[in-house]
Nanobody
């Protein structure tokens, strides 16, 4: 069974930084792309960043230049380094394998519990 376990969230002031981690079990991690998503209160879950199996990153406009996605294939873990955080980054953050035809969707139906990021102004 596939497991996605996110961690590293917390409460931080605007301008601060956090590093999120997602441990993945039950798939061949190194051959799969990975993505981070977030869901703010009252909003739909949205794609934040994507990383190929080879480590090439892509970002949505809202986080480009502030967030960095990376992966450690030896540890089956994907990271999201978040700098210059803004109140609008407040959300629950999740990782998943992105659906190849639509990265906005996660391939693994059983999403993890997510990790809460709260940015105060």
């Amino acid at each position: 069974q596939v497991q996605l376990v996110e961690s590293g969230g917390g409460l931080v002031q605007a301008g601060g930084s956090l590093r999120l981690s997602c441990a993945v079990n039950g798939i061949s991690f190194s051959v799969n792309p990975m993505a981070w998503y977030r869901q703010a209160p009252g909003k739909e879950r949205e794609l934040v960043a994507h990383i190929t199996s080879g480590g090439s990153p892509l970002y949505v406009d809202a986080v480009r230049g502030r967030f960095t996605i990376s992966r450690d294939n030896a540890k089956n873990t994907v990271f999201l380094h978040m700098n210059s955080l803004k109140p609008e980054d407040t959300a629950v953050y999740y990782c998943n394998v992105p659906v190849s035809s639509d990265w906005r969707r996660g391939l693994i139906g059983s999403w993890g519990q997510g990790t809460q990021v709260t940015v105060s102004s």
